[in-house]
């Protein structure tokens, strides 16, 4: 029986609206699932309603929200793989572009990043995105070259498969850490759609005698929830312990809540929440000042700052209190400069009154970067980098001190997507420098010579150079000090070195010139207009090293001689020669030297330079020993090298008249 043309037409247009309809409601199960925040989920579902959608339009957006799941999860290869998708397909949103930038930064592919935050410039010029992007490629590659002496080392007692983060220390001793995990033995096993891990609970591993950290266990089930508890915070006394909760519902964005629980014995009581704010909103990861009158928490309620989609981003606040028996008070944003339109989380107090926190919205070198804040007059606070290997390509965040040392734990996923914790510590700075004590005509190294150094600390020692003439001393952080050497037959000789303002470790090296009483000793770099006895300006830094020596010296006399070169009148050049020497002993009475210890002496073109070792160094085509006499120079051909010897024939120098001078 033939089916009429008809009923054929109409059962085609029911499977395709059938199929359009199942399409529609794919697709709007996926929108809603990633708009709850179930980004794990969401993936499998718009892949699934990629392969059935034939739009091409509809299907590059799809593309682009895989992307964002996984930028949201913390997989920046998968993301930066799906945003090169969306970009190769034309996508509209130039944002794509922006966050195919992070992740290839996060990825520690810093050049290709640099490129992409370029390109994003010429679409959006006045966002100020691009150009923190190129400036924190640019700081990630030098910060990484030079590290700032920080050691950082992963914790594998406390770290499983999948993620373990925020640490703190739950005991004076610091032999007992509270950390969150999702691993296996949590409480709750339902699978988090934002994540596809469990949900977390605080864990606990206690370190023994011969320093080894137990297997980390959960803390009872007064702590921990079939829902999700973590980022722990333990008071200075170790008596309460603050904590974030939160409620879960699938397909459904659900608040946390901030709990406080009290020791009781070796057991929590039953945790209270807060109640800082309505149980839709996300109030997490406390942290409070060390007189407990301060609690400073991560929120995206109402007052937070924008983000690049119009929505509050998660920023830091507070709360206070009069009295540890006072309620708190109503939560004030930090505002400016700590908060940012990105992301600032995980807050935490150090005793010192420092603010540590994580954010992607300062300038940093990965994803979350850790900072630090100190407070300033007037309420303000100076935001610095924690720098590399604190910090890394990847996400940091949830560190903790140990009070009276530069070591603590951290968070960070650098080895992969899950994060891990990892010890910290920075080694006491040791600062040393090595010196060796010359003969300023001869480079020869003197043996003997005694070096004192003096420290801004008032604290004087004293060594002697080996047969090769080196010292060493060890130094103290944050302290000027002056090296001054002396040796029988030689003018005293300093030189300076500093350790303030280093924050790594460093071996200085110095050599000291010691110049022989009984040569004549050259000035070089003093300078003058051609035909002039008017010194230039440059010439002052050598002459400034004079009066040093002078003042070092301040038992001898000494005779400021000026040469000419062979050209010109003899008479001219004599008379030259005396107006530039006057010149020199003109500047050194100026500078405070006593007028009775400086003879001025010109000698004109009488006395030709002879070349000595350091000359015939720089000068190789001058023999040593040479005298640079008129015939010899004009027996050079090459002009330019004429003119070198002439340069070398024009000098100051000066020589020890006297050395039983009585300083008035």
């Not at 922006?98 to 996060?106: G, P």
């Not at 700032?148 to 001793?173: C, H, I, Q, W």
């Not at 043996?447 to 604290?459: F, L």
């Not at 300078?527 to 010194?535: G, I």
């Amino acid at each position: 029986m033939r089916i009429p043309a008809i009923v054929v037409t109409l059962g085609l247009i029911f499977l395709i609206s059938n199929e359009i309809y199942s399409q529609n409601k794919r697709l709007q199960r996926a929108y809603e699932t990633y708009n709850a925040g179930e980004y794990h989920q969401a993936i499998d579902i718009f892949k699934d309603a990629y392969q059935k959608i034939t739009d091409k339009k509809e299907k590059v957006r799809i593309t682009f929200y895989i992307a964002e799941c996984y930028r949201n999860i913390n997989d920046p290869k998968q993301a930066a793989m799906w945003y090169r998708k969306v970009i190769s397909r034309d996508y509209k949103d130039p944002v794509a572009v922006l966050y195919y930038a992070d992740m290839l930064k996060m990825l520690g592919e810093y050049e290709e990043a640099k490129q992409q935050y370029s390109h994003y410039k010429e679409l959006v010029p006045n966002d100020s995105h691009a150009n923190d992007g190129i400036l924190s490629c640019d700081l990630a590659m030098e910060w990484i070259e030079f590290p700032n002496g920080y050691v950082v080392k992963e914790m594998k007692y406390f770290n499983s498969r999948l993620s373990d983060f925020g640490p703190t220390f739950a005991r004076e001793d610091y032999r007992l850490v509270y950390f969150t995990s999702t691993r296996e033995e949590t409480f709750g096993k339902k699978e988090h759609g934002g994540t596809g891990q469990s949900f977390a609970d605080i864990f606990e591993s206690s370190m023994d005698r011969k320093g080894r950290w137990s297997t980390p266990v959960p803390l009872s089930e007064e702590i921990n929830t079939e829902g999700e508890e973590g980022t722990p915070f333990v008071t200075s006394d170790y008596s309460s312990m603050y904590f974030t909760r939160c409620e879960t519902s699938k397909n459904k964005t659900m608040g946390c809540q901030i709990f406080v629980a009290v020791r009781s014995g070796e057991n929590w009581q039953k945790p209270e929440s807060l109640g800082l704010a309505e149980d839709s909103i996300v109030v997490a990861h406390p942290t409070l000042s060390s007189d407990e009158l301060t609690l400073y928490f991560v929120s995206d309620m109402r007052g937070s700052a924008k983000n690049a989609h119009g929505k509050n981003s998660k920023d830091i606040w507070k709360v206070t209190r009069a009295s540890m028996s006072d309620s708190w008070g109503e939560p004030i944003n930090l505002g400016e400069p700590v908060n940012t339109s990105g992301d600032e989380l995980f807050p935490y107090m150090h005793p010192d009154g420092t603010l540590y926190f994580s954010s992607n919205g300062h300038i940093g070198i990965g994803g979350l970067d850790i900072f630090k804040a100190k407070s300033m007059a007037g309420g303000n606070w100076e935001i610095e980098n924690m720098k590399y290997p604190v910090n890394s390509s990847a996400d940091d965040f949830g560190i903790c001190f140990e009070t009276s040392r530069e070591a603590g734990f951290l968070s960070s996923s650098r080895k992969g997507r899950s994060d891990d914790i990892y010890m910290f510590m920075l080694p006491p700075l040791k600062f040393t420098i090595t010196g060796i004590v010359k003969n300023e005509n001869t480079d020869e190294l003197l043996e003997s010579a005694t070096i004192r150094s003096i420290s801004s600390d008032g604290i004087t020692l004293e060594t002697q150079t080996d047969e090769e003439g080196t010292f060493k001393f060890m130094l103290k952080p944050g302290t000027d000090y002056v090296f001054l050497a002396e040796k029988k037959g030689f003018l005293k000789g300093k030189e300076r070195e500093t350790t303030k303002n280093r924050e790594t470790s460093t071996e200085f090296t110095t050599t000291i010139y010691l110049p022989p009483i009984d040569e004549v000793i050259r000035i070089d770099n003093i300078f003058f207009d051609f035909a002039s006895d008017v010194l230039r300006p440059e010439s002052t830094v050598s002459l400034d090293k004079l009066v040093e020596t002078l003042n070092d010296n301040p038992n001898i006399v000494i005779e400021l001689g000026s040469h000419t070169d062979n050209r010109g009148n003899n008479d001219f050049n004599l008379d030259l020669s005396n107006r530039r020497a006057q010149s020199v002993v003109n500047y050194l009475i100026y500078k405070g030297i006593a007028p009775d210890r400086l003879v001025s002496k010109g000698y004109g073109e009488t006395q030709p330079k002879i070349v000595d070792k350091r000359d015939h160094e720089a000068y190789p085509f001058l023999p040593e020993e040479q005298v640079l006499t008129e015939v010899y120079i004009n027996s050079i051909e090459d002009e330019d090298l004429q003119e070198l010897a002439h340069f070398l024939n024009r000098r100051t120098e000066f020589k020890v008249l006297r050395t039983d001078y009585i300083p008035r």
